[in-house]
């Protein structure tokens, strides 16, 4: 009914940058709150960042400064955007919608 799809993934050198999307669709006109999780390996899974529906945003202490996370409501789209990346960035990041529905997840890699 809901679905969501992550992108843009991919490796990185330490200190390169990366953007991920996420697009909700199927039987959704509209979404609240969206949310960026990742786990890495070994490790539970963890909440990056969340926006809500009114723009307002939080992250977690250890990429703030860092990660900036974003939305098109006309697309149901959030995006993430990583900055001075760090090998502890590695992880499938995941994306939320509504507290409800989740994707597949995509990987990111930060090595050098």
């Known amino acids: 009914q809901v679905q969501v799809a992550e992108s843009g993934g991919g490796s990185v050198q330490p200190g390169g940058s990366l953007k991920l999307s996420c697009a909700a669709s199927?039987?959704?006109?509209?979404?609240?709150?969206m949310y960026w999780y990742r786990q890495a390996p070994g490790k539970q899974r963890e909440l990056v960042a969340v926006?809500?529906?009114?723009?307002?945003?939080n992250y977690a202490d250890s990429v703030k400064g860092r990660f900036t996370i974003s939305r098109d409501n006309g697309k149901n789209t959030v995006y993430l955007q990583m900055n001075s990346l760090k090998p502890e960035d590695t992880a499938v990041y995941y994306c939320n919608v509504q507290d409800t529905w989740w994707g597949q997840g995509t990987q990111v890699t930060v090595s050098s």
């Open positions: 926006i809500a529906s009114s723009g307002r945003t």
């Open positions: 199927g039987s959704i006109f509209s979404v609240g709150a």
